[in-house]
């Protein structure tokens, strides 16, 4: 097998895809823990909106612990973990505590991302292994596609962030959270505000603008650039951002709704859009 690629399910690859191994974190409602992907987005927004008690847990170190040790007895020489932001939730440390204990090498990386972006750098490095790179390869190719990756999004409220305490720089707007409609983005792996909009219409076309300039300057630079739109109970609003994406982009984004751990943290209503670079 050579070099392995492990992620996790905020990732949104499903059960895994081009040789991803994908473990799952859990989400809790009313004190019921389900594992990410067995919830439904439009599930988790009904129980969100009826005030039902949302909650979050990383895997174990015993989960991960259990995969190191399943991907070496298939042959496995080495493994490189890809994890969301540190920031975001304590998956990379249970990652880094089971690497300690792990039969065969392990490399974790902390991508400082989420969802699609997250999903591009697990992918990419599962091809540079597919190739037969080695452990360092495979490393710097996940570190590399994390390089001008963008997360921009738009909440409905803060109050969800706040709870779930993934609010980073953005507490700073909680004061004056019901006169405005924030824009988002992931900076250095935290939640950080990035403007401030009066309406959900015209924060929604300031979402559509920063997203095409941002690709724009990735493309400047020499990158190819895949763009999707990300969704909790808002179908319509994305197909409409996508279609308008679209039409500047020149390629369809992938529309996705938002897998259970992430939506329970920014709420029914949210739309993000992600931009995943090539090399």
């Known amino acids: ?100 204990d792990s039969p065969v090498p392990v490399r974790v990386v902390d991508t400082g991302l989420i969802a699609a972006p997250l999903g591009n750098a697990a992918l990419v490095a599962a091809r540079c292994a597919a190739e037969g790179a080695d452990l360092d390869a495979v490393e710097a190719a996940a570190v590399g596609a994390c390089e001008g990756a963008e997360v921009l999004l738009y909440v409905d409220t803060l109050e969800h962030l706040r709870r779930g305490g993934r609010i980073g720089g953005a507490r700073a707007l909680l004061g004056s959270a019901l006169a405005i409609k924030p824009i988002l983005e992931l900076r250095g792996g935290v939640v950080e505000p990035l403007e401030r909009v009066r309406t959900a219409g015209k924060a929604l076309a300031r979402l559509e603008v920063l997203s095409l300039e941002r690709a724009q300057a990735l493309r400047d630079a020499g990158r ?14 994305a197909d409409a951002l996508a279609g308008r994406l679209a039409g500047q982009h020149g390629e369809p984004p992938e529309v996705v709704e938002l897998g259970a751990v992430i939506g329970a943290h920014v709420g029914p209503g949210t739309l993000a859009v992600t931009l995943s670079p090539s090399a």
């Open 224 to 237: 190819e650039v895949s763009i999707s739109v990300l969704h909790l109970d808002a179908q319509e609003r």
């Open 1 to 100: 097998m050579g070099i392995v690629v492990v992620t996790d399910s905020t990732a949104g690859l499903g059960s895994g895809r081009e040789g991803v191994t994908v473990v799952p974190l859990q989400v809790v409602v009313d004190g019921r823990s389900q594992t990410d992907g067995t919830v439904s987005g439009a599930d988790l927004a009904a129980a969100m909106r009826k005030r039902r008690q949302v909650s979050t847990s990383r895997p174990t170190p015993h989960l991960f612990l259990c995969e190191y040790e399943r991907l070496a007895e298939e042959g496995a020489e080495g493994i490189v973990s890809v994890h969301l932001s540190s920031a975001l939730s304590g998956t990379i440390d249970a990652a880094r505590s089971a690497a300690v």
